[in-house]
């Protein structure tokens, strides 16, 4: 499978087809695949004005499955020398987060045609096409286990976000992006995909249930911000919420800090290493999540950095900040799922009160939303932490194959929760 280019408005956006059922070749892209190399080498991607605009900044070959809290220092590892020769010590910067295309039409058949699935299951054996989209930090290759999994039933087109692993750089808003995704679904030729994100892609799935409601269905697998406020913790006392908000803000403030900066041999070394034992324990093959991490890399200069670079990573932390999940599901003008993990991630475990009463408080307020719209359902998956995705594809496949396939259709309650112009 390759990467294909779409042009979004000026900036490239590379994107993978997995293919789906009776396709077991993606189709030809008709636009030019993308090579493991950096943007200076890319071949420009054509723009619905002919214009050839290339690609911003120069990645190189993905980071692997993002968490809402990744790899927090290295204080237990030995100092590395700077790429820079200076000698400061690597353990004051965290290890880089896990990250736990134009083309012919679906060769299945029409948008959303229905087939009986030769096990007998019941689900359709092709129900239409899924744009499925990473979290903050990730890239298409660290979504290829449910990728692989959905495209049993679906066919499966995977993004990587602006500003991730192939794609260009550009400002980040949520309209901008949801143009984006817009942009790729056009280009594949996908007449009303159902779309389904992990972390910060489930809360674009959120956005588009809002604005589009022709949209088979959207899921969001755990797409909920990091909590910034003390009345995000109901339970927990005031002054325990503040000074644990005040730690895990500073925990990410110097991950940022530490992503600014050019990795040294020593560091990428380590990382890589630890990509390769997070495989092992994920049960993915060792390649796929190579390719995840190496996707996020990006030469800059004499410098590795990893993607996003730190000025898209601030904006993306405040948008992701100012998210209201509930209001979001209130708003969904088609059927949206939210899938809630119930389990710290090992990373989260230092914040387990924080993060326990976050989940506690969040479902009871979605519990509530789901009252109010009819098209809204949530579940807890018991056992899954934020990296579900990873931990049980084939388990969270199922469930968004059989969401799809009874999904509402109530344009009534969609049309009257239209959101305004300014939403």
Known sequence: ???????????????????????????????????????????PAAGAD???????????PPVALTTSLSSTTNADRPPAAGADGSG???????????????????TAGAEGATRESADGSGRS???GSVLLLHGSGGNLATVTPLAEALRAHHRVVAVDLRGHGRSGDGPWDWEAVLADLAAVAD???????????????????????????????????????????????????PAEAARELARLDA????????????????????????????????????????????????????????????DTLARLRRF???????QAARDARCALLLVMATEDLPEQRAFHRLYAAHRAGLA??????????????????EGASHAMAVEHPARLADLITDFLAQAPTEPSVAARKAPGPGA
């Open 1 to 43: 499978m390759r990467d294909v280019l779409v042009d979004s408005a000026g900036i490239t956006i590379a994107a993978r087809d997995f293919g789906g059922p009776e396709q077991e070749t993606p189709p030809v892209a008709l636009t030019t695949s993308l090579p493991s190399t950096t943007n200076a080498d890319r071949p």
């Open 50 to 60: 002919g214009s050839g605009r290339s690609a911003a900044r120069r990645p190189v």
């Open 88 to 106: 400061r010590s690597a353990a004051r910067r965290p290890v880089p987060p896990v990250a736990l295309t134009t083309s012919l039409p679906f």
């Open 125 to 127: 054996a092709a129900r």
């Open 187 to 237: 280009a594949f030729g996908l007449a009303a995909p159902a779309v389904v994100g992990v972390s910060l892609g489930g809360m674009l799935a959120a956005q588009w249930a809002r604005h589009h409601p022709e949209c088979p269905g959207a899921v969001s697998l755990d797409g909920n911000p990091t909590p910034t406020r003390p009345e995000q913790l109901p339970g927990l006392d």
């Open 251 to 310: 925990t990410f403030t110097a991950m940022a800090a530490a992503m600014a900066e050019p990795l040294s041999a020593e560091h990428l070394a380590t990382a890589r290493t630890g990509q390769r034992a997070m495989a092992a324990r994920y049960g993915i093959a060792e390649e796929t999540w190579d390719e995840a991490f190496e996707r996020n890399l990006t030469v800059h200069g004499d410098g590795t950095f990893l993607r996003p670079r730190a």
């Open 320 to 326: 992701q900040q100012d998210f209201d999940p509930v």
């Open 364 to 381: 009871d307020r979605l519990d509530a939303a789901g009252r109010d719209n009819p098209l809204l359902r949530v579940t807890r998956l």
